[in-house]
């Protein structure tokens, strides 16, 4: 058993911080930290699903991976695919396990989740758009978990809204970096189906979407400190600027990685917001 193979094909950076997402969005939903048991319990419910989830895509994306991400678990041979399958498995249950001690809510929520990132592996992925609303609803869903852990959603239901559709600018822009192992797999991706340009051009649509959602807590009575979503704002703007500068590969990555950012930052805003 390759240990690190198995924490490797998780993407532990990313759960973790989807981790803290979920957490924070519990925090910007009650306006103050959650017992420590919930707290803990929601961290966990978002890290395993989220690892579960990144091992299961790797599972289906084995021959794209070969091209696309050669680098991976998998690709290079330092884990089996049926030992990927039965982790994510056992990922997917001590997730629902964990979950079903938060509350039925938490539970429902978690079990819908897990199986949205399960058919988004299995079916969605390389459907045209489908995929990408999927799983940008997966990731706005994160902030929103932890509102539904605590039982109130509060400025969560926004973060959510404003996570949903820059993601799914990403993910357009994702898949604008990706083209040429998803036309080995014969996926058939809005950038494979419209062109480059024309996919570009609505992911840049959606982070505008974005920028323009931003502002509905204001709506909501949030304090002036809320204005620092300002800058990343111009994060999302200037990721929008890039993709449609060039389509190229390293530009469409750099600026997927922009988006990426932008959530993070977004969570610290609304967090700020929320507290103050």
Not at 88 to 115: M, T
Not at 160 to 179: T, Y
Not at 211 to 225: D, K
Not at 234 to 262: M, W
Request: charge should be positive; charged fraction near 15%; aromatic fraction near 10%.
């Amino acid at each position: 058993m390759n240990l690190r193979a198995y924490l490797e094909i998780t993407r532990p950076h990313n759960c973790l911080l989807a981790g803290v997402v979920g957490l924070l969005g519990a925090v910007v939903a009650s306006g103050a930290l959650p017992p420590l048991e919930t707290g803990v319990l929601t961290f966990l419910v978002v890290v395993l699903g989220c690892s579960a989830g990144n091992t299961i895509n790797d599972y289906f994306d084995y021959e794209v991976d070969k091209i696309n991400r050669p680098e991976r678990p998998l690709p290079r041979g330092a884990m089996s695919r049926r030992e990927a399958l039965w982790y994510s498995l056992v990922l997917f249950a001590l997730g629902l396990l964990f979950a079903a001690l938060i509350s039925k809510e938490a539970f429902i929520f978690a079990l819908i989740a897990y199986v949205a990132m399960f058919l988004y592996a299995w079916k969605l992925k390389p459907m045209p758009f489908l995929g990408n609303l999927t799983v940008a609803a997966l990731t706005g869903a994160t902030p929103l978990y932890g509102a539904v852990a605590v039982g109130r959603i509060g400025l969560a239901g926004y973060l959510a809204i404003c996570a949903f559709l820059v993601n799914v600018s990403r993910e357009i822009i994702k898949d604008i970096e990706d083209v040429e192992g998803d036309v080995a797999r014969g996926s058939k991706t809005l950038p494979i189906i419209w062109g480059k340009k024309k996919a570009a051009y609505l992911g840049a649509f959606f982070a505008v979407l974005t920028v323009i959602a931003s502002f509905l807590p204001v709506r909501a009575g949030v304090g002036a400190g809320y204005y620092s979503i300002i800058p990343v704002d111009l994060i999302i703007l200037y990721s929008a600027f890039l993709i449609l500068r060039d389509q190229g590969r390293e530009s469409a990555a750099k600026s997927q990685r922009l988006l990426k950012l932008s959530v993070f930052l977004a969570v610290m805003v609304f967090l700020a917001a929320s507290l103050i």
